[in-house]
């Protein structure tokens, strides 16, 4: 079968889904095949849910029969691994949560399901998240649709490469310090990140819950308006959730950037920004002042301290949240003479070592006579960090930056070296600890071939000129993301 429906965004396929032109069972049974042609290489799933998503897709029929549609029904959509889908087993890419099926939905996904799309499955990630390569995966390795002897990026790197390789017409993932942007730009796909708040964390499986966020991962930046549309919105069972109105992101989608004010902060240019990731980061920025945009160089002095910052805060949180995988409450258990005995069993054969570094760096930051020297200042950095934002956005209105460093690495080059994974995350981290909005958006390509990102950071809760910016540039630039070669 050539391919005739996988290389089509979501809206593209709603449209044609509207007019009968295709049917639900098609575009399903169309993924599936390629599912069964590349899944093997690519490694994006670690539940596959074949038989309920057909069932789904049949369900999608009857409505759009009926003449009930809504954006997402009957399109094909996988979910990242910690997001709580019930029935159906969230493993969050850790053996401790090996056999976990959740009782409930996440709240993003009830709001998905009132749409009737096709969950095709569970994709593959970093455990609890802890990662940006995808590589700490307890189950599998993903590979980089672009490239399979490269990375796709992580922790979210199954939800952006299934969508790159055909495997899944749009995902979501979260983004804790870059999760959902940087697999984006290393495949090829736009990744948006929403302001902290603006979608619940009801259901998502906690690695940092003062920096987590769900968001979409799309072929393109319509796509990502449609699922925040979707996913946004106060949630009485997140009390960090915004009590705010939800704009319809779409109305942003306008592609005029006349007197937007455009700040490049020279930080994130400097020292370890690979020369042809930044030519083509600064092209866009180019091209936006060609159409009209104002581009200025701006300063956020502390972005330096960021990733040390994040590097305490979000193991100080996930210390916390993951003391509840206990063998008592949740997940696996391993035998002991003793409970105490017992946890430990549980605990040291079921965590990657990943997450053991974390929990002890979390412990450490956290305990008594180091707490000040360590958590205290990394809250203080954070602080500052956000001044920098504040300060940023009195004279511009969006930041334009590079996603990550360099574009996907190879499997294998820096899983070895913690350190070195961590500075991976220098572009995307400053985000997370300030809560705002930022997307990722294809912008070239380096040396290898490979694709880049160029990232609009916003002012909180300001997606819709993130949004507004980045579609212009799609539409200008006309890169776009195309099914890769090898999955053709
Ligand atoms: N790479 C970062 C980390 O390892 C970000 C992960 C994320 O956003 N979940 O923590």
């Known amino acids: 079968m050539t391919a005739k429906l996988i290389n089509k965004t979501a809206h593209e396929l709603h449209a044609m889904l509207k007019s009968k032109e295709i049917s639900a069972t098609e575009l399903t049974d169309e993924v599936f095949a390629q599912i069964d042609k590349t899944e093997e290489t690519i490694g994006a799933y670690i539940t596959v849910n074949r038989e309920n998503a057909l069932k789904e897709a049949k369900a999608a029929d009857e409505k759009i029969a009926s003449g009930d549609i809504a954006f997402l029904t009957g399109i094909p959509i996988g979910i990242k691994d910690n997001i709580c889908t019930k029935g159906l087993k969230t493993t969050c890419g850790s053996k401790i949560l090996e056999?976990?099926?959740?009782?409930?939905?996440?709240?993003?996904?009830?709001?998905?399901?009132?749409?009737?799309?096709?969950?095709?499955g569970k994709t593959n990630m970093d455990e609890f998240a802890m990662g940006?390569?995808?590589?700490?995966?307890?189950?599998?390795?993903?590979?980089?649709?672009?490239?399979?002897?490269?990375?796709?990026?992580?922790?979210?790197?199954?939800?952006?490469?299934?969508?790159?390789?055909?495997?899944?017409?749009?995902?979501?993932?979260?983004?804790?310090?870059?999760?959902?942007?940087?697999?984006?730009?290393?495949?090829?796909?736009?990744?948006?990140?929403?302001?902290?708040?603006?979608?619940?964390?009801?259901?998502?499986?906690?690695y940092a819950s003062s920096l987590d966020q769900i968001g979409p991962l799309t072929r393109d930046v319509t796509d990502a308006a449609n699922l925040l549309n979707i996913i946004s919105g106060?949630?009485?069972?997140?009390?960090?959730?915004?009590?705010?109105?939800?704009?319809?992101?779409?109305?942003?989608?306008k592609n005029d950037v006349t007197g937007l004010k455009i700040g490049l902060p020279k930080e994130y240019f400097g020292a370890g920004l690979d020369e042809k990731t930044g030519a083509a980061v600064k092209s866009a920025a180019d091209l936006l002042a060609q159409k009209g945009a104002t581009i200025t160089e701006i300063s956020l002095p502390h972005t330096e301290y960021a990733v040390a910052s994040y590097y305490l805060i979000a193991p100080a949180e996930a210390a916390t949240n993951l003391e509840r995988y206990d063998g008592v409450s949740y997940g696996a258990r391993v035998a002991g003479k003793d409970v105490p005995e017992m946890m430990t069993n549980t605990r040291t054969e079921k965590f990657g070592a990943e997450v053991k570094r974390r929990i002890l760096i979390g412990n450490y930051a956290l305990s008594a006579g180091y707490y000040d020297a360590y958590y205290l200042k990394a809250l203080k950095v954070r602080t500052l960090v956000k001044q920098d934002y504040d300060e940023a956005f009195k004279s511009v209105d969006v930041i334009l930056a590079p996603t990550a460093p360099t574009a996907a690495f190879k499997i294998g080059e820096m899983v070895g070296d913690p350190l070195k994974m961590y500075l991976q995350d220098v572009c995307?981290?400053?985000?997370?600890?300030?809560?705002?909005?930022?997307?990722?958006?294809?912008?070239?390509?380096?040396?290898?071939?490979?694709?880049?990102?160029?990232?609009?950071?916003?002012?909180?809760?300001?997606?819709?000129?993130?949004?507004?910016?980045?579609?212009?540039?799609?539409?200008?630039?006309?890169?776009?993301?195309?099914?890769p070669g090898g999955a053709k």
């Open 99 to 120: 056999n976990f099926v959740p009782p409930y939905d996440a709240t993003v996904i009830a709001k998905l399901n009132s749409q009737n799309p096709v969950v095709l």
């Open 234 to 253: 106060v949630d009485e069972m997140d009390s960090t959730s915004a009590r705010v109105k939800v704009p319809d992101f779409t109305a942003a989608l």
């Open 428 to 483: 995307t981290v400053p985000l997370n600890l300030a809560g705002l909005p930022g997307i990722s958006v294809p912008c070239g390509r380096d040396g290898n071939n490979l694709p880049v990102g160029v990232q609009f950071i916003g002012r909180p809760l300001d997606e819709e000129t993130i949004l507004r910016t980045a579609f212009a540039y799609e539409q200008e630039s006309g890169i776009k993301w195309e099914l």
């Open 132 to 206: 940006g390569s995808t590589e700490h995966s307890a189950y599998k390795v993903t590979r980089n649709p672009q490239d399979t002897s490269r990375v796709p990026g992580g922790s979210s790197g199954g939800s952006a490469a299934a969508v790159a390789a055909g495997e899944a017409i749009c995902a979501l993932g979260s983004d804790t310090g870059g999760s959902i942007r940087q697999p984006a730009s290393f495949c090829g796909v736009v990744g948006l990140k929403p302001t902290y708040g603006r979608v619940s964390r009801y259901g998502l499986v906690a």
